[in-house]
Protein backbone atom coordinates (compact mmCIF):
# COMPACT_ATOMS: atom_id res chain seq x y z
CA UNK A 1 0.00 0.00 0.00
CA UNK A 2 1.20 3.56 -1.16
CA UNK A 3 2.51 5.41 1.90
CA UNK A 4 2.99 9.57 2.16
CA UNK A 5 3.84 10.04 5.75
CA UNK A 6 4.15 13.86 7.44
CA UNK A 7 6.20 14.25 10.64
CA UNK A 8 3.18 16.27 12.56
CA UNK A 9 -0.81 16.32 12.36
CA UNK A 10 -1.00 19.35 14.23
CA UNK A 11 2.04 22.06 14.85
CA UNK A 12 2.08 25.82 17.07
CA UNK A 13 4.79 28.16 16.69
CA UNK A 14 5.40 31.61 17.45
CA UNK A 15 5.90 34.34 14.86
CA UNK A 16 10.23 34.59 13.91
CA UNK A 17 10.53 30.45 14.94
CA UNK A 18 12.10 28.33 11.75
CA UNK A 19 9.70 25.43 11.35
CA UNK A 20 10.44 22.07 9.54
CA UNK A 21 8.23 20.35 8.19
CA UNK A 22 8.89 16.61 7.26
CA UNK A 23 7.26 14.19 4.76
CA UNK A 24 8.42 10.71 3.74
CA UNK A 25 7.10 8.37 1.04
CA UNK A 26 7.68 4.37 0.89
CA UNK A 27 7.14 4.29 -3.22
CA UNK A 28 10.34 5.52 -4.90
CA UNK A 29 8.60 8.44 -6.22
CA UNK A 30 11.22 11.01 -8.30
CA UNK A 31 8.54 13.84 -7.83
CA UNK A 32 7.49 15.15 -4.20
CA UNK A 33 5.37 18.29 -3.85
CA UNK A 34 4.63 21.04 -1.15
CA UNK A 35 1.64 22.66 -0.98
CA UNK A 36 -0.81 24.83 1.31
CA UNK A 37 -4.26 24.61 1.67
CA UNK A 38 -6.23 27.50 2.80
CA UNK A 39 -10.22 27.65 2.62
CA UNK A 40 -11.63 28.90 -0.64
CA UNK A 41 -8.31 28.75 -2.75
CA UNK A 42 -7.72 24.94 -3.18
CA UNK A 43 -4.02 23.76 -2.97
CA UNK A 44 -1.51 26.03 -3.80
CA UNK A 45 1.98 24.78 -4.91
CA UNK A 46 4.95 25.94 -2.75
CA UNK A 47 8.12 24.27 -4.31
CA UNK A 48 8.34 20.46 -5.89
CA UNK A 49 11.71 18.40 -6.87
CA UNK A 50 12.46 16.40 -9.52
CA UNK A 51 15.41 13.84 -8.26
CA UNK A 52 17.74 14.66 -4.99
CA UNK A 53 19.13 17.72 -4.03
CA UNK A 54 16.82 19.00 -7.01
CA UNK A 55 14.18 22.00 -6.40
CA UNK A 56 12.24 24.22 -8.40
CA UNK A 57 9.65 27.45 -7.17
CA UNK A 58 5.98 26.86 -7.54
CA UNK A 59 3.35 29.50 -7.20
CA UNK A 60 3.81 30.82 -4.03
CA UNK A 61 7.66 29.87 -2.78
CA UNK A 62 8.04 33.65 -0.75
CA UNK A 63 8.69 32.92 2.77
CA UNK A 64 9.87 28.97 2.20
CA UNK A 65 12.21 26.99 1.27
CA UNK A 66 13.22 23.21 0.70
CA UNK A 67 15.56 20.36 0.70
CA UNK A 68 15.59 17.03 -0.63
CA UNK A 69 18.77 14.93 0.46
CA UNK A 70 17.00 11.88 -0.16
CA UNK A 71 14.94 10.46 -2.54
CA UNK A 72 12.20 9.69 -0.05
CA UNK A 73 12.29 12.55 2.03
CA UNK A 74 11.16 16.05 1.08
CA UNK A 75 11.29 18.82 3.71
CA UNK A 76 9.65 22.52 3.77
CA UNK A 77 11.07 25.31 5.80
CA UNK A 78 10.07 28.16 6.87
CA UNK A 79 13.27 30.37 7.87
CA UNK A 80 11.19 33.18 10.27
CA UNK A 81 7.25 32.13 10.49
CA UNK A 82 4.89 34.66 10.24
CA UNK A 83 0.97 34.63 11.22
CA UNK A 84 0.33 34.45 7.42
CA UNK A 85 1.75 31.46 7.43
CA UNK A 86 -0.82 29.43 9.44
CA UNK A 87 -2.49 26.86 6.91
CA UNK A 88 -3.27 22.97 6.30
CA UNK A 89 0.31 22.03 4.47
CA UNK A 90 0.46 19.05 2.23
CA UNK A 91 2.88 16.76 0.95
CA UNK A 92 2.88 14.86 -2.03
CA UNK A 93 4.67 12.42 -4.48
CA UNK A 94 4.14 11.08 -7.99
CA UNK A 95 6.42 9.26 -10.50
CA UNK A 96 7.49 11.60 -13.04
CA UNK A 97 4.93 11.24 -16.16
CA UNK A 98 1.44 12.95 -15.67
CA UNK A 99 -1.25 11.30 -13.49
CA UNK A 100 -1.74 10.69 -9.74
CA UNK A 101 -0.28 12.66 -7.23
CA UNK A 102 0.01 10.42 -3.87
CA UNK A 103 -0.57 13.40 -0.49
CA UNK A 104 -0.10 12.52 3.18
CA UNK A 105 -2.18 13.44 5.90
CA UNK A 106 -1.57 16.63 5.99
CA UNK A 107 0.09 19.48 8.95
CA UNK A 108 -2.22 21.76 10.60
CA UNK A 109 0.23 24.70 11.07
CA UNK A 110 -0.60 27.53 13.34
CA UNK A 111 1.35 30.39 14.38
CA UNK A 112 0.90 32.74 17.06
CA UNK B 1 -0.01 31.42 -15.42
CA UNK B 2 -2.66 29.00 -14.66
CA UNK B 3 -6.34 30.20 -13.76
CA UNK B 4 -9.30 27.69 -12.73
CA UNK B 5 -13.21 28.25 -12.12
CA UNK B 6 -15.65 25.98 -10.11
CA UNK B 7 -18.38 26.27 -8.26
CA UNK B 8 -18.02 26.57 -4.85
CA UNK B 9 -20.80 24.36 -3.60
CA UNK B 10 -23.56 21.81 -4.79
CA UNK B 11 -26.50 20.18 -2.83
CA UNK B 12 -28.14 17.14 -4.14
CA UNK B 13 -29.99 14.55 -2.46
CA UNK B 14 -29.09 10.31 -2.85
CA UNK B 15 -29.36 8.57 -6.20
CA UNK B 16 -29.33 12.23 -8.22
CA UNK B 17 -26.62 13.32 -10.75
CA UNK B 18 -24.05 16.04 -10.07
CA UNK B 19 -21.92 17.78 -12.60
CA UNK B 20 -19.08 19.73 -11.60
CA UNK B 21 -18.01 21.95 -14.32
CA UNK B 22 -14.33 23.28 -14.04
CA UNK B 23 -13.04 25.65 -16.85
CA UNK B 24 -9.73 26.72 -16.93
CA UNK B 25 -6.99 29.50 -18.78
CA UNK B 26 -3.91 27.53 -18.96
CA UNK B 27 -0.07 27.58 -20.63
CA UNK B 28 1.63 24.47 -20.90
CA UNK B 29 -1.60 22.79 -20.62
CA UNK B 30 -1.34 18.29 -20.36
CA UNK B 31 -4.20 17.54 -18.91
CA UNK B 32 -7.04 17.39 -16.28
CA UNK B 33 -7.33 16.26 -12.96
CA UNK B 34 -9.53 15.69 -10.64
CA UNK B 35 -9.67 15.12 -6.50
CA UNK B 36 -11.81 14.40 -3.61
CA UNK B 37 -11.22 15.43 -0.34
CA UNK B 38 -13.24 14.00 2.27
CA UNK B 39 -13.44 16.75 5.43
CA UNK B 40 -10.03 16.37 7.67
CA UNK B 41 -8.56 14.16 4.68
CA UNK B 42 -6.17 14.36 2.05
CA UNK B 43 -6.81 14.84 -1.13
CA UNK B 44 -7.23 11.37 -3.17
CA UNK B 45 -6.77 10.82 -6.97
CA UNK B 46 -10.32 10.43 -8.96
CA UNK B 47 -9.42 10.94 -13.11
CA UNK B 48 -7.43 12.58 -15.55
CA UNK B 49 -7.96 13.26 -19.11
CA UNK B 50 -5.11 13.88 -21.74
CA UNK B 51 -7.41 13.79 -24.46
CA UNK B 52 -10.85 15.02 -25.90
CA UNK B 53 -13.46 13.01 -24.41
CA UNK B 54 -15.18 11.11 -21.42
CA UNK B 55 -13.75 8.65 -18.82
CA UNK B 56 -16.06 6.40 -16.90
CA UNK B 57 -14.67 4.65 -13.58
CA UNK B 58 -17.72 3.08 -11.98
CA UNK B 59 -20.43 6.30 -10.92
CA UNK B 60 -17.97 8.92 -11.60
CA UNK B 61 -17.13 10.18 -15.04
CA UNK B 62 -14.74 12.71 -16.30
CA UNK B 63 -14.89 14.72 -19.52
CA UNK B 64 -12.72 17.21 -21.44
CA UNK B 65 -12.59 19.51 -24.09
CA UNK B 66 -9.44 21.26 -24.92
CA UNK B 67 -11.21 23.38 -27.37
CA UNK B 68 -13.07 24.67 -24.85
CA UNK B 69 -10.68 24.68 -21.68
CA UNK B 70 -13.69 23.21 -19.98
CA UNK B 71 -13.94 19.88 -18.17
CA UNK B 72 -16.28 18.39 -16.04
CA UNK B 73 -16.73 15.61 -13.49
CA UNK B 74 -19.97 13.74 -13.50
CA UNK B 75 -20.89 11.87 -10.08
CA UNK B 76 -24.02 9.23 -10.58
CA UNK B 77 -25.84 7.40 -8.10
CA UNK B 78 -24.76 9.95 -5.34
CA UNK B 79 -24.06 8.36 -2.34
CA UNK B 80 -24.02 9.74 1.56
CA UNK B 81 -20.15 9.06 1.49
CA UNK B 82 -20.08 11.21 -1.67
CA UNK B 83 -20.25 14.35 0.40
CA UNK B 84 -16.86 16.32 -0.21
CA UNK B 85 -14.33 18.56 -1.79
CA UNK B 86 -13.67 17.90 -5.32
CA UNK B 87 -11.27 19.80 -7.08
CA UNK B 88 -10.27 20.23 -10.69
CA UNK B 89 -6.65 21.07 -11.06
CA UNK B 90 -4.55 21.57 -14.42
CA UNK B 91 -1.44 18.99 -15.43
CA UNK B 92 1.46 20.63 -16.58
CA UNK B 93 4.84 19.15 -17.42
CA UNK B 94 6.94 17.02 -14.48
CA UNK B 95 2.93 16.40 -13.18
CA UNK B 96 2.91 20.21 -11.49
CA UNK B 97 -0.31 20.86 -10.95
CA UNK B 98 -2.82 23.74 -10.41
CA UNK B 99 -5.75 23.50 -8.37
CA UNK B 100 -9.53 24.81 -8.83
CA UNK B 101 -10.61 26.33 -5.58
CA UNK B 102 -13.07 23.26 -4.98
CA UNK B 103 -16.49 22.74 -5.10
CA UNK B 104 -18.17 21.70 -1.89
CA UNK B 105 -20.89 18.45 -2.57
CA UNK B 106 -23.63 17.94 0.08
CA UNK B 107 -25.63 14.95 -0.06
CA UNK B 108 -28.95 14.83 1.71
CA UNK B 109 -30.99 11.77 1.91
Known amino acids: DVKVTQSSRYLVKRTGEKVFLECVQDMDHENMFWYRQDPGLGLRLIYFSYDVKMKEKGDIPEGYSVSREKKERFSLILESASTNQTSMYLCASSLPAEGEQYFGPGTRLTVT | GQSLEQPSEVTAVEGAIVQINCTYQ??????LSWYQQHDGGAPTFLSY????GLEETGRFSSFLSRSDSYGYLLLQELQMKDSASYFC??????????FGGGTRVLVKP
Open chain 2, 49 to 52: NALD
Open chain 2, 89 to 98: AVTAAGNKLT
Open chain 2, 26 to 31: TSGFYG
